[in-house]
């Protein structure tokens, strides 16, 4: 099948789904009007466009780019469009008239940013509603989709994107303790980007003093890279956590399943979401974890089964919950165990792809 896949593609997300379309025997045609380098995948074709740069008419930009990709695609000749993140270039295919187009919000693009302003709700509407069929990784996402665009449930497709259980599993080296001179020591983890505040990664910062105080042994691993590093950096020295808190920066997947399987606990304190899919490595790595009451993750957590559920921005009861895990050794190690469980069952990559080769075929 030729599929166009049209989206910004510099995040590891857009490569698992280039690569496994490879992988199954697809063509596809990766095109981005992105000004940062995408992502690059044997067996695809690239089409890297700057849409800042490439039109003389700013104020008319989408409708240039729109026109443009309309002539790629009759150069290529798609058999399905596959477009990515809602307001851009998931808004650029529904301008260009193609059909059959699938499209698929991330998260952000449609639990908030389409109330940030009347045009970015008004480009969420017309993009989910010029779309043939849409798929999200969440039945929360899903509920927020047809809110926010009127489209009926029949036209949206649940998606658990999934992780590689061959990469991401328990078994652990010990070489990132040891590296760090851990070998002793309670560990947390949060591997959440430093790109956008929605993350959270403040909160977790804030309440490590609390924890520290009750668990001097305890240790934090932050992992990411972006914008907000050097704030995030200030205020850790400001708590007088920099033997506390190890920057990891940006890892790959080896590597993050390598950190992943140095910690003890697995933190997210994001304050909306999809389905996470750090937090389904981290379930895959067997760990016990402790996240925010965002309506996602009770679709893969229980409170007090397999992880701990608190308020966002709730900096207090975070602490808590992580003190109470560090210091419950039997239900840190049974929770772990049901987690892996979970992840072997709902978020095996491979298996979940199927659905969206399911919805491929449906639409052409």
């Not at 380098?37 to 690239?46: A, D, I, T």
């Not at 890892?251 to 899919?277: P, W």
């Not at 996602?296 to 701990?308: A, K, M, Q, R, T």
């Amino acid at each position: 099948m030729r599929i166009a896949y049209l989206s910004q593609g510099n995040s590891v997300y857009d490569r698992r789904f280039l690569e496994k379309m490879v992988e199954r025997g697809h063509e596809p045609h990766f095109i981005s009007y992105h000004p940062r380098q995408p992502v690059e995948v044997e067996g695809v074709r690239n089409y890297f466009y700057d849409y800042y740069t490439m039109h003389r008419f700013k104020h008319l930009v989408m409708l240039q780019t729109a026109w443009h990709l309309r002539k790629l695609f009759g150069i290529i000749k798609p058999d399905v469009l596959h477009t990515g993140w809602v307001q851009d270039h998931g808004f650029l295919g529904a301008l260009s008239g193609f059909h059959p187009t699938l499209s698929m919000p991330w998260g952000s693009d449609v639990l908030i940013r389409p109330y940030d302003s009347t045009l970015a709700m008004w480009r969420a509407r017309f993009t989910l509603r010029r779309a043939d069929m849409i798929t999200c990784d969440a039945q929360s996402v899903k509920d927020q989709i047809i809110k926010l665009s009127g489209c009926p449930s029949n036209k949206i497709v649940v998606f658990p994107w999934g992780i590689d259980l061959k990469t991401f599993r328990p078994e652990c080296s010990g070489e990132v303790r040891k590296r760090l001179g851990w070998d002793h020591k309670k560990v947390l983890i949060c591997t959440r980007n430093f790109d956008i505040r929605v993350h959270g990664v403040e909160y977790l910062i804030h309440a490590v003093p609390a924890v520290f105080e009750r668990r001097p042994d305890v240790r934090v691993i932050l992992v990411g890279t972006g914008p907000l590093e050097h704030e995030y950096r200030e205020l850790v020295s400001e708590l007088g956590l920099d033997d506390v808190v190890h920057f990891a920066g940006w890892l790959n997947e080896i590597q993050m399943a390598e950190h992943l399987k140095a910690a003890d606990v697995y933190v997210s304190t994001s304050l909306s979401d999809g389905t996470s899919a750090s937090l389904l490595e981290a379930m895959a790595c067997g760990l016990p974890v402790v996240v925010t009451d965002v309506p996602s993750y009770f679709e893969w957590i229980e409170h007090g089964v397999n992880g701990y559920i608190v308020p966002r921005k709730d900096e207090t009861r975070l602490a808590e919950a992580l003190v109470k895990l560090l210091e419950s050794p039997q239900p840190q190690k049974e929770m772990g165990e049901r987690n892996l469980q979970v992840a072997r069952e709902r978020a095996d990559w491979d298996k979940n792809f199927n659905i969206l080769e399911d919805v491929y075929k449906s639409l052409v």
